[in-house]
């Protein structure tokens, strides 16, 4: 992995040299955009106030009182990221369980909006933006013509079948995926006559589950979650420490439904969407019986385009966005939305600032 990181972080640098014609003017005005959000961790009832400095000037001012436990889905200040930012500095002071605790601490600044902009660049197609991820990640992402599965059945009559099966109609851009094999390093896009419920691929050769038994699906499950899983589409399987899948169910969320493991304390819990539009959501072997819904900042549903760019915000911009060193902290100024940029204090007294928005466990926000 260290090694992946080093080839890309590589390739960054020849983007921003112009190896890519017109991407180095791209992140320049996604870099003049871009805004960050600083989300503290800590104890309810702690406190933090600090300037935020960028490159030697006083943007903003953070103050802050923690009322929840966990990492805030909305941040405490949101500030612009300037062309060209080298250097972020917090200088303030916290209460920290009831101790004063002074802190003044200056990160270097890694910008990764350059492989990025390409996810994002709402001028093309959707499918267009993942093969530009494609040649910007290009050790991360595989996108061939063809939707791997025809001489079993062709997408059209395997879309049909499903949308049968399930009695709704599947939307518009689960469709363009009938006409690609898209991998994401270990992981895929399942083929338009591979696509099924997640009760048949959990039923199938490779999940291995059966139906009855003390490990059978209907021992494990509630009832509220087969039923999810009898209704949903699963179009993206995940490898890696067990299995994990991308799923559509078409009932949508209900309100009040529990987003899944994680998440930040005190939440509503998921709220209605558009009707008809349904609800996006991970599953995995480790939580099996608690699937994670894809919400957004005021938990409702996902749209399907943004849930299906979040497979590669998840999954292939996490090989370029770890720090390389204690006192960098990495930002995207291509995402539209503020980075989320976590602050908590390690040991107690020393400030961490790094960037949460795509890893594995918040990459939902």
């Known amino acids: 992995m260290a090694q992946r990181r080093s080839i890309l972080a590589g390739i960054s640098a020849s983007i921003v040299a112009g190896a890519i014609p017109g991407m180095a003017a791209a992140a320049a005005q996604a870099a003049t955009a871009g805004r960050a959000g600083i989300h503290p961790w800590a104890r309810v009832g702690d ?33 612009s990221l300037p062309a060209g930012l080298k250097r972020i500095r917090l200088k303030g002071d916290a209460t920290l ?105 959990l039923l199938g050769p490779e999940w291995g589950y059966e139906r009855k038994g003390p490990d059978g699906i209907d021992t494990i499950l509630s009832a509220a979650v087969r039923a999810r899983y009898d209704r949903s589409l699963a179009v993206f399987v995940e490898v890696g420490d067990g299995l994990g899948a991308f799923a559509w169910d078409p009932a949508g969320a209900t309100p009040g439904e529990p987003l899944g493991p994680w998440g930040d304390g005190g939440n509503p819990g998921a709220r209605p969407g558009v009707p008809g539009e349904g609800v996006w959501y991970w599953l995995h072997q480790d939580h099996l019986d608690r699937p994670r819904l894809l919400l957004d900042d005021d938990y409702r549903p996902r749209t399907t ?19 390389e060193a204690d006192n960098e902290v990495v930002v995207d100024s291509a995402n539209p939305r503020p980075n989320l940029l976590q602050l908590h204090f390690e040991d107690g007294r020393r400030p961490r600032l790094w960037l949460r928005s795509y890893d594995y466990n918040y990459s939902m926000y």
């Open 97 to 201: 369980q009831g101790k004063a605790v002074p802190f003044d601490r200056t990160w270097t600044v890694r910008d990764i909006g350059p492989l990025s902009a390409p996810l994002y660049d709402q001028g093309k197609p959707w499918i267009e933006r993942i093969r530009g991820l494609e040649k910007s990640l290009e050790l991360a992402v595989s996108v061939k013509a063809g939707d791997g599965g025809a001489r079993k059945k062709p997408a059209k009559a395997a879309f049909a079948d499903l949308e049968k099966q399930l009695g709704v109609s599947l939307p518009p851009l689960v469709k363009v995926l009938g006409d690609w094999r898209i991998e994401v390093n270990d992981s895929y896009f399942l083929s338009a006559a591979a696509m099924c419920t997640v009760t048949d691929l």
């Open 47 to 79: 406190t933090v106030a600090a300037d935020v400095v960028v490159d030697g000037k006083v943007f903003a001012r953070l103050d802050h009182k923690v009322q929840v436990e966990g990492l805030p889905r909305r941040p405490a200040l949101v500030f």
């Open 305 to 323: 385009e943004a849930a299906l760019t979040h497979v590669f915000q998840r999954f292939a911009v996490t090989e370029v966005d770890s720090p």
